[in-house]
C-alpha cells in the first residue's frame, strides 16, 4: 500500500472535466508540495504539474493542480483521447527523507 | 534540448550486481540534484534514490538501502546506480530524472532501462 493513496481508475466522456484525488498525511502532503506525471503506457512518466498548481511550459492549461491540508488534486477539463494514460501525484515524505507516489489512477476516455 | 538516457539494464542472475548508467546533456548537469526511479512490470512509480549537485547529499529508499550507490561524475555530466544482491523484486525499467529544485519533483524523466533479475 503507497503512503499516498489515489484512486485506481476514473473515467469521462471527450470534452468533460474530470478530477483525480491524492490523499496523504502532515508527513507528505500536509507539510510538501504536490507534483502530478503523466504515464502513457509504454513511455516514461511526463511532468503535469509542480509545487501544488504549477504548469511547466508546454503543459497546456487544460491541466490544474490544487491542495488543501493533506489532500490535493488534479483536473483536466476539456478532456480529451489523447489524455488516456496513468496519473500519479508525489510528494516528499518527511517521516522517510525521500519521495513517496501514489499508486496511480488510470484515467480512461469514454 | 534537455535529454537524460539510461544504459546497462539486462539480465541478470539473483544475487548478481549491474551498474545503471544515465548520460545528460542540453543542461549543465553540475547544477542539478538528480533521482533514480523504478517502475516493476505493471505496477506504479517507485523513488530509489537521490544525489545533490555535488554529491554530498544522497538518500535512498528503505527497500533498496545497503544493496543500491547511487553516484555521479560531473565532469563525464553522467548520473549511476549500482546495484549488488540483486533480487526477482528488482525487475522494473529504472529511469533518472532531474531534480530542477531539490525539493522532488522530476523533469525530464529518460525514457528507461529495463533490469530483469531472474536465474
Known amino acids: 500500500q503507497s503512503v499516498v493513496s489515489q484512486p485506481p481508475s476514473a473515467s469521462a466522456t471527450p470534452g468533460q472535466r474530470v478530477t483525480i484525488s491524492c490523499s496523504g498525511s502532515r508527513s507528505n502532503i500536509g507539510s510538501n508540495y504536490v507534483n502530478w506525471y503523466q504515464q502513457v503506457p509504454g513511455t516514461a512518466p511526463r511532468l503535469l504539474i509542480y509545487?501544488?498548481?504549477q504548469r511547466p511550459s508546454g503543459v497546456p492549461d487544460r491541466f490544474s493542480g490544487s491542495k488543501s491540508g493533506t489532500s490535493a488534486s488534479l483536473a483536466i477539463s476539456g478532456l480529451q483521447s489523447d489524455d488516456e494514460a496513468d496519473y500519479y501525484c508525489?510528494?516528499?515524505?518527511?517521516?522517510?527523507?525521500?519521495?513517496?507516489f501514489g499508486g496511480g489512477t488510470k484515467l480512461t476516455v469514454l | 534540448q534537455l535529454q537524460l538516457v539510461e544504459s546497462g539494464g539486462g539480465l541478470v542472475k539473483p544475487g548478481g550486481s549491474l551498474r545503471l548508467s544515465c548520460a545528460a546533456s542540453g543542461f549543465t548537469f553540475s547544477d542539478y540534484y538528480m533521482n533514480w526511479i523504478r517502475q516493476a512490470p505493471g505496477k506504479g512509480l517507485e523513488w530509489l534514490s537521490y544525489?545533490?549537485?555535488?554529491?554530498?547529499?544522497?538518500f535512498y529508499a528503505e527497500s533498496v538501502k545497503g544493496r543500491f550507490t547511487i553516484s555521479r561524475d560531473n565532469a563525464k555530466n553522467s548520473l549511476y546506480l549500482h546495484m549488488n544482491s540483486l533480487r526477482a523484486e528488482d525487475t522494473a525499467v529504472y529511469y533518472c530524472?532531474?531534480?530542477?529544485?531539490?525539493?522532488?519533483?522530476?523533469?525530464?524523466w529518460g525514457p528507461g532501462t529495463l533490469v530483469t533479475v531472474s536465474s
Open positions: 544525489i545533490s549537485s555535488s554529491s554530498t547529499t544522497i
Open positions: 508525489a510528494s516528499w515524505e518527511d517521516r522517510l527523507n525521500g519521495v513517496v
Open positions: 530524472a532531474r531534480d530542477p529544485a531539490g525539493t522532488g519533483w522530476f523533469d525530464p
Open positions: 509545487s501544488d498548481d
